[in-house]
């Protein structure tokens, strides 16, 4: 009779993690499955915004210009090469933060 109320505590306690961590793992999930469709996406948004940037705010500045250029090119080629979509997502993300920044200032 003990060991069964101690069984139904963890398991408790484990259903409880589990619906904690569900949103954000279900979240990354449904990345992985539209992949191609969030990566046009991407594809499409940084290299407009990017762009836009080394034109307007990176022309007299090498420095602005490599702020601009090697996140948005690694972002592209982890895209490329079919890396996990955590991480393009994370490096598109500091991309676009990088290029909306050089932009305003």
Avoid at 2 to 15: F, R, V, Y
Avoid at 35 to 58: D, E, N, P, Q
Avoid at 85 to 94: G, L
């Amino acid at each position: 009779m003990q060991t069964a109320l101690k069984t139904t505590g963890t398991q408790t306690s484990a259903h409880l993690n589990k619906t904690i961590a569900k949103p954000v793992s279900h979240l990354w999930e449904s990345l992985e499955f539209n992949r191609f469709g969030i990566i046009a996406i991407l594809v499409v948004i940084l290299g407009c915004i990017g762009g836009m940037a080394a034109s307007f705010g990176a022309l007299d500045n090498l420095f602005k210009l490599s702020l601009i250029a090697f996140p948005t090119i690694i972002a592209l080629a982890l895209i490329l090469a079919v890396s996990p979509m955590r991480v393009i997502v994370y490096v598109s993300a500091i991309a676009l933060a990088l290029d909306l920044l050089v932009f305003i200032f």
